[in-house]
């Protein structure tokens, strides 16, 4: 959010000292050798900071998302149509809130990589086109879902990212395709419907090697969603489901982080 103070640090462990932090002056402040103070900006927008390990000038890139704040007031957020969120949380569970805020996405930004393998558009809401639009894509989301990439990639698929069919939806957008799941984590940004497309065709490819595209394909996809070994706070605790091909699509996988095992 906006104005909010964030460390950032070296993980214990790392070579200790020779780092330096590249970021929009005057927002961070060094408070050791190896970690910093960051304060994000009043303006929504993406702030790319730089950690460079001086020695071997080995670097990565982390991408703030300075969000957009909204109070709900309304069903527009400037001019961008969003619907309404239930405001009483699921069972009280906090990962029902209803967002504080969202990404802006511009034409500038939207092609700008979230993780090592994922884009921000490929996350987006498909009620529209044209920009600015505002999104949810929640940091756990992405690391199981680089997880689960690697995972397939390590069965002899050479696959560079996976095909989102569907990540952040709104309300709005949710209730216009026919979806009366007033809770459903596509609403909240750590749910993802995703299929393997090496060859582009936007159509699940044949993982199991029987020759044809089926369910089968999808059922391969969750097994391995459901085999990845991730200790503690990023091992997949959440929704997990295949689906079949219809004339609109090709067999996928749902997967969300909602926090307890659901199956269907």
């Known amino acids: 959010m906006p104005d909010t103070v964030v460390r950032i640090r070296v993980e214990p462990g790392l070579r200790q000292g020779g780092y330096r932090l590249d970021a929009p002056a005057p927002l961070t402040y060094r408070r050791s050798s190896t970690s910093w103070r960051f304060v994000a900006p009043s303006a929504p927008g993406l702030y ?47 990962v029902y809130e209803p967002p504080e805020g969202f990404v802006e996405v511009t034409a500038q930004n939207k092609d700008a990589l979230v993780a090592p393998h994922f884009r921000l558009d490929q996350f987006l809401c498909k009620q529209t086109e044209e920009t600015p639009q505002y999104a949810l894509v929640r940091p756990r989301l992405l690391r199981h879902l680089e ?85 503690g706070e990023d091992r997949f605790i959440g929704g997990l489901s295949t689906y079949g091909s219809t004339t609109a699509h090709g067999p996928f996988v749902h997967l969300d982080l909602r926090g307890r095992h659901v199956r269907w």
């Open 147 to 231: 997880q689960v990439l690697a995972a397939v990639n390590d069965q002899g698929h050479d696959v560079s990212t996976l095909h989102v069919m569907s990540g952040y939806r709104t309300p709005y957008y949710n209730r216009a395709i026919g979806n009366t799941t007033e809770y459903s984590r596509h609403l909240y940004g750590d749910a993802a419907d995703i299929y393997v497309d090496v060859d582009g065709d936007r159509w699940m490819d044949d993982l199991t090697g029987d020759g044809r595209v089926s369910v089968a394909d999808a059922e391969y996809l969750a097994d391995i969603v459901q085999r990845i070994p991730t200790p």
């Open 48 to 94: 790319p900071i730089h950690v460079t390990d001086t020695t071997s000038g080995v670097s990565v890139q982390l991408q703030v998302f300075v969000l957009n704040p909204w109070d709900h007031d309304g069903r527009r957020l400037n001019g961008y149509r969003i619907g309404r969120y239930e405001m009483e949380p699921r069972h009280g569970r906090a």
